[in-house]
DNA sequence: TCATAGCCTAATGTATACAATGACTATCGG
DNA sequence: CCGATAGTCATTGTATACATTAGGCTATGA
């Protein structure tokens, strides 16, 4: 891949992330190429990506934005999440192999791993957890469906989401990852769709709450998170 | 907008739906810039555009070629649109006006007309089509769903399907629209829901139909559009 | 004082030149 | 004769300079 035009995209999307560039701020292509230490060929590719996840706007004039998500936004998208990776759980199930589960299962365990030692590290487990959802994707054999889980919004709004997990969230989602095993060695695939129709809805209300109750505290400090890069 | 990437853009993805790029084919930025009278720049921001739109495939080392699409993928990507459209539908449902409604009306008349004429305008057809599905998105009111299936593929899915369209076909499609149009007065999300599943899956047999009886022939004749020198 | 028009500034769009990297080929050695 | 390696060619990635366009600011007139 392109080293420019990959780290002015991972820059750009920590950035607003952390939120050290605000909701609905103007960006300029210019003064982004300087803080990426990069020419504005690369930071114009970036945008784009970064637009077609919607965690930017352009303005009729081609402007472009820091994306404001409503609440409203954020659950619609966990539903069409919902809508895809609950139809990938069930082609999943009906086409999934002993190896994939086997894959499933190490970073399940290596996920629950991350987040029991005594200093839980979060980075880890979005990895773990990333691969996980992927092998699902991988086994559901649809491009299609691939490609649309694999590109739009789905992965910043999960990386916020987990920032506001607890201990016993991560312990749920864990175990919620275990039933869905169970579901695709059993090769139910009402049953993997169900699991992963629950799993995703609660992490919306896990997002909601934790949204809800940290706004103030968010505004106030400038925030710490990194995040990963793929 | 921008004109030179949105020309490019356009005679790109006019040469592989119509065949003049062959599945499969390597892309190269040059030639293709060459050929639209444009330099590589706005012709890579149209390569990506199309990459996200599926129409191209990037091999592991960023050469492009055109995206070889099997039966099976067109399938799944009409269910997708179809879960995606049938949920905008609902959501229209609720909260169309009736300005937007008159508009709708006003859009299926006009298509109707296109084919009704001696000589069926399909370009015009599809153009009022467009405008049509656009306005159920616009009162479905949420932005990711609206995103995401302006972005994604269909377009190119339509226009191709409704090539394959018989008179009675598009008779069809606008007997649909007025039915949809019906339930929208009714604001009966249920209706709708059920209207626009059934629409679309109807145009995915038209397609796969059409798409069976031309193959064989598709096949013998090879290809009539010449390809470009270089 | 407010509104409008024109200029000026700043930001995006495009072209081109250059760098880097992958693919292909030819030659040399086994 | 086959295979591997190195060198060359083609293609993509990045930088920079230039064109174009939108938006704001100021000045002038009513």
Redesign the pocket.
């Known amino acids: 891949m ?5 780290r002015a995209y991972a820059m750009i999307r920590n950035m607003i992330l952390s939120g050290e560039l605000l909701s609905g701020a103007k ?4 003064a982004l190429a300087e803080q990426c ?6 930071v ?2 970036a945008l784009s990506r970064l637009e077609a996840e919607l965690l930017i706007r352009r ?6 934005f820091v994306a404001d998500w409503s609440l409203e936004d954020v659950e619609e998208t966990f539903e069409l999440r919902g809508l895809l990776e609950t139809r990938a759980a069930r082609r999943a199930a009906k086409r999934i192999n002993w190896g994939q589960i086997e894959r499933m299962r190490i970073h399940n365990e290596a996920l629950q791993k991350a987040v029991a030692a005594d200093e839980p590290n979060t980075q880890l487990f979005l990895e773990h957890n990333h691969h996980f959802h992927a092998i699902i994707l991988e086994a559901s054999a649809s491009a299609p469906l691939t490609s649309m889980l694999a590109r739009i919004v789905e992965r910043p709004i999960v990386n916020r989401t987990v920032q506001n997990f607890t201990f016993e969230d991560l312990q749920r989602s864990f175990r919620e990852h275990g039933e869905l095993l169970a579901a695709f060695e059993q090769h139910d695939p009402a049953w993997a769709e169900a699991v992963m129709a629950a799993h995703i809805r609660r992490a919306f209300h896990t997002y909601a709450n934790a949204h809800m109750s940290h706004r103030i505290s968010d505004a106030q400090r400038p925030s710490d998170t990194a995040q990963a890069a793929e």
């Open positions: 392109s080293r420019a035009s990959d960006i300029g292509e210019e230490g990069v020419s504005r060929t690369p114009r590719e303005s009729e004039t081609q402007r472009s």
